[in-house]
């Protein structure tokens, strides 16, 4: 059997992600406010980061103000996802190093989390300061079927938070299988 | 400038060029060891450690933890009736029994995770003791070198195939594993609403963790997952 050993690809998780807790850990509670007030801004963050790079295909089947009705609940999905990615078989590899940094780390990631999350549905404008996605990516050869995988966890979260099942394939769908936003991060 | 001059300019550039890319590796070398440690705080980074994560350096011990830590909480109080995952049994199958599998299957893999997993490729349904072939499989080892978890991911266009193996799988774990729970129906109709519908089954044993996931990616690609994960002391 080969023994080769190499970059895991699975590490998008965390590259994904984490790059965004050294942009912003800034009080997602008000991220959640903001959530509800600037929902038709576009969200490009100053530094080039376009977070909202699905959500011009959003709307077209979505009949709810998703900023107005989930806006406030965007730190606790955040948080949420945060935590079954580590506990995931597929991505707590990728965690266990922020784990380890202890429960400030991980507040702050999923902070950062949260604000990344509101940019890219347009509920904000430049919470997220993170780097590109491209750039968090660069390398890394992240595969389709992890991208897949993530947005597995992400569906359980929503469903589990009590997102109707109309409001996931038609509002936050659009957004997170956009192939546009999924070549950000898959195959960098 | 006359060439003496130039000479000594550009040797002084150099000079400092060197003497300042020295004094950042220094800096920043000192920064990683135990007693630079604080100046590592005064970096934006969460926690207030190294921006890249090299700091944070995790035996197979730790990670063994961290992992046990995480998956406490979904720990249930029914012991699982079975260990058998796929053609595995947590907790007891080591990788040589799982380099003999791969060589008898003629199943690629390669290592991972710095040497803590397997991560194997296209296998069969027969060498998975199943019904559903994967297009990845990964195996995840504790310190001591068993198996800790397994996880197999297979895609496929056709709905009725992940449903039908998802209502399949799903009863049989039930009788395998311990009571679970549902989540979405495991129906080719479900699947189809929209993108990511998806039906899910869980399973928190006392000391097992498995799940059965099968979900609506978009653009006519099914994802169906299937993981076991030993439940160890946190």
């Known amino acids: ?188 | 400038m006359a060439k003496g001059e130039k000479r000594r300019w550009r040797g002084r550039i150099l000079r400092w060029g060197a003497g300042a890319c020295l004094a950042f590796v220094g800096v920043v070398g000192f920064a990683h060891t135990e007693g630079g440690r604080a100046l590592l705080g005064y970096l934006p980074s969460p926690g207030g450690g190294c921006p890249r994560g090299y700091d944070v350096a995790l035996s197979n011990a730790q990670r063994d933890r961290i992992d046990a830590g995480a998956l406490a909480k979904l720990r249930g109080t029914t012991p699982v009736r079975s260990k058998r995952a796929f053609a595995f049994t947590l907790g007891e199958t080591d990788r040589d029994a799982v380099a003999r599998w791969s060589q008898a299957g003629g199943v690629a893999c390669e290592t991972v995770e710095a040497g803590r997993a397997l991560r194997c490729r296209d296998i069969p349904a027969i060498a998975l003791e199943r019904s559903l072939a994967a297009e990845s499989l990964l195996l995840r080892f504790d310190a001591e070198g068993r198996l800790a978890g397994v996880d197999a991911s297979q895609r496929g266009r056709d709905p009725a195939v992940a449903a039908t193996y998802l209502h399949a799988r799903g009863e049989a774990l039930d009788h395998a594993l311990c009571s679970g729970s549902r989540r979405g129906e495991a129906t080719a109709a479900a699947l189809t609403r929209g993108p990511l519908s998806q039906a899910h089954a869980e399973y928190r044993c006392a000391d097992v963790r498995a799940q059965l996931t099968a979900t609506n990616n978009g653009h006519g690609e099914y994802l169906v997952r299937e993981s076991y994960q030993a439940i160890g002391d946190a």
């Open chain 1, 1 to 188: 059997m080969p023994t080769k050993i190499r970059v895991p690809a699975s590490l998008f998780l965390i590259t994904c992600l984490l790059p965004l807790a050294c942009g912003d850990s800034g009080d997602t509670t008000d991220a959640s406010t903001d959530a509800t007030t600037d929902a038709t801004t576009d969200a490009s963050t100053t530094d080039g980061t376009d977070t909202t790079a699905g959500s011009e295909s959003e709307g077209d089947a979505c009949m709810v103000d998703i900023c107005m009705l989930y806006g406030a609940a965007v730190p606790m999905v955040a948080s949420e996802i945060t935590d079954r990615a580590a506990n995931d078989m597929q991505f707590m590899d990728d965690f266990a190093p922020l784990v380890a940094e202890g429960q400030a780390a991980v507040d702050a990631f999923k902070a950062s989390l949260a604000n990344f999350i509101s940019d890219a549905y347009g509920c904000s404008t430049d919470l997220y300061t993170g780097p590109t996605m491209q750039e968090a990516h660069a390398g890394l050869g992240i595969t389709q079927m992890e991208y897949d995988a993530f947005l597995g966890l992400i569906v359980g979260v929503l469903t589990d938070a009590g997102v109707p099942q109309d409001h996931i394939n038609d509002c936050f769908a659009p957004t997170l299988t956009n192939p546009d936003f999924a070549a950000t991060i898959i195959g960098q």
